[in-house]
């Protein structure tokens, strides 16, 4: 299984995934993968249901209606699992061969972006919150 690096919590987001060859006795699953889903095995999982959140898949544009409903809360990152000799080829953007028509969505390429805004105000607060009196908190060596 192939797992991209950047995942989302909201938002309407489009990936595309083009079949290159599924020679017979191969599969292809494609889609989304909530953080963590791997390793949950042996441990009891509590999460809130997200009312009126929704996945759509679409194949060649056209909507195959919505596949899941109340979505649990939390990441969700563009998956791909493959078997014997399948071949695909993902585009994350910003430029896609079928893009949804009636839906408002960022492409996945943007979220690399938003990484990137997330890490820069969290250690803007790392070091707001760490700042006492004009000298870092706790005290350490200079």
């Not at 909201?10 to 963590?36: C, D, H, I, N």
């Amino acid at each position: 299984m192939v797992r991209a690096s950047h995942g989302i919590r909201k938002g309407s987001w489009f990936f595309e995934v083009t079949v290159e060859e599924m020679p017979p006795e191969t599969a292809a699953r494609l889609g989304w993968q909530p953080a963590g889903a791997a390793g949950l095995r042996q441990v009891q999982l509590l999460v809130a249901q997200q009312e009126g959140h929704a996945m759509i898949f679409y194949k060649n544009g056209v909507s195959q209606g919505v596949a899941f409903e109340n979505l649990f809360e939390g990441m969700y990152f563009p998956a791909i699992s493959l078997y014997k000799s399948c071949t695909v080829s993902v585009n994350f953007g910003p430029h896609f061969k079928h893009p949804p028509k009636e839906l408002k969505y960022q492409p996945m390429s943007d979220m690399g972006w938003g990484a990137v805004i997330e890490h820069t105000l969290a250690d803007m607060l790392y070091h707001v919150e760490t700042d006492v009196d004009g000298r870092r908190s706790p005290p350490g060596p200079c």
